[in-house]
């Protein structure tokens, strides 16, 4: 009887060992979940109501609105580097983000500058004048000019986004070139 009794202990040990391993697993996939890869929407509007999702950012990489496909992707961050397309490799680097500044690819030099992010606005260049003033970007809302309208918003972000992030979906959008 003494043997079984072991068995049966030794079994229970290994039991509550594997389910501690499975909590903790199922942690880990909850937390990644969650994590700063999940999915943000981008909503377009005509400046009253933000109605169309138009685009989503989805494990870093712009995406359109309902597809499945990562190869749909138009550009993907991968910390401060904008990758054309879905791979993130440093062959597809189009701009660096640096100092609040986009630069076209490695960007080392001001005249590599192609838009300046100050103020919760997108200057065109290295500026910050106010004739330079392409769109701002005020609580998660892109407005058309220096304005912060309802009548001059163009496109609601839904999340939370890093400023590379917010010039990849403005590249997407065909709102910066």
Same mark, same amino acid.
Request: glycine share 6%; charged share 20%.
């Given at each position: 009887?003494?043997?079984? #009794?072991?068995?049966?202990?030794? @079994?229970?040990?290994? %039991?509550?060992?594997?389910?501690?391993? +499975? +909590?903790? *697993?199922?942690?880990?996939?909850?937390?990644?979940?969650?994590?700063?890869?999940?999915?943000?929407?981008?909503? @377009?509007? %005509?400046?009253?109501?933000?109605? /169309?999702?138009?685009?989503?950012?989805? %494990?870093?990489?712009?995406?359109?609105?309902?597809?499945?496909?990562?190869?749909?992707?138009?550009?993907?961050?991968?910390?401060?580097?904008? +990758?054309?397309?879905?791979?993130? =490799? #440093?062959? /597809?680097?189009?701009?660096?983000?640096?100092?609040?500044?986009?630069? &076209?690819? $490695?960007?080392?030099? &001001? @005249? $590599?500058?192609?838009? &300046?992010?100050?103020?919760?606005?997108?200057?065109?260049?290295?500026?910050?004048?106010?004739?330079?003033?392409?769109?701002?970007?005020?609580?998660?809302?892109?407005?058309?000019?220096?304005? =912060?309208?309802? &009548?001059?918003?163009?496109? *609601?972000?839904?999340? #939370?986004?890093? *400023?590379? $992030?917010?010039?990849?979906? +403005?590249? =997407?959008? /065909?709102?910066?070139?």
């Amino acid at each position: 009887m003494r043997s079984l #009794e072991r068995i049966y202990v030794a @079994s229970f040990a290994q %039991n509550k060992a594997s389910i501690k391993k +499975m +909590m903790f *697993l199922l942690a880990c996939i909850f937390l990644f979940s969650v994590s700063g890869l999940a999915q943000i929407r981008v909503f @377009s509007g %005509n400046g009253h109501y933000f109605t /169309d999702m138009v685009l989503r950012l989805d %494990n870093n990489r712009t995406l359109p609105p309902f597809g499945y496909s990562v190869n749909d992707a138009f550009y993907t961050v991968v910390g401060n580097k904008i +990758m054309k397309g879905p791979m993130g =490799s #440093e062959f /597809d680097l189009v701009y660096t983000v640096r100092d609040n500044k986009l630069y &076209t690819g $490695q960007g080392m030099y &001001t @005249s $590599q500058i192609a838009y &300046t992010f100050a103020d919760d606005k997108i200057y065109r260049g290295d500026s910050n004048f106010e004739l330079d003033v392409l769109y701002n970007f005020r609580e998660n809302v892109i407005y058309a000019g220096s304005q =912060s309208f309802s &009548t001059d918003a163009l496109f *609601l972000v839904e999340g #939370e986004i890093t *400023l590379a $992030q917010l010039f990849a979906i +403005m590249l =997407s959008l /065909d709102l910066l070139a």
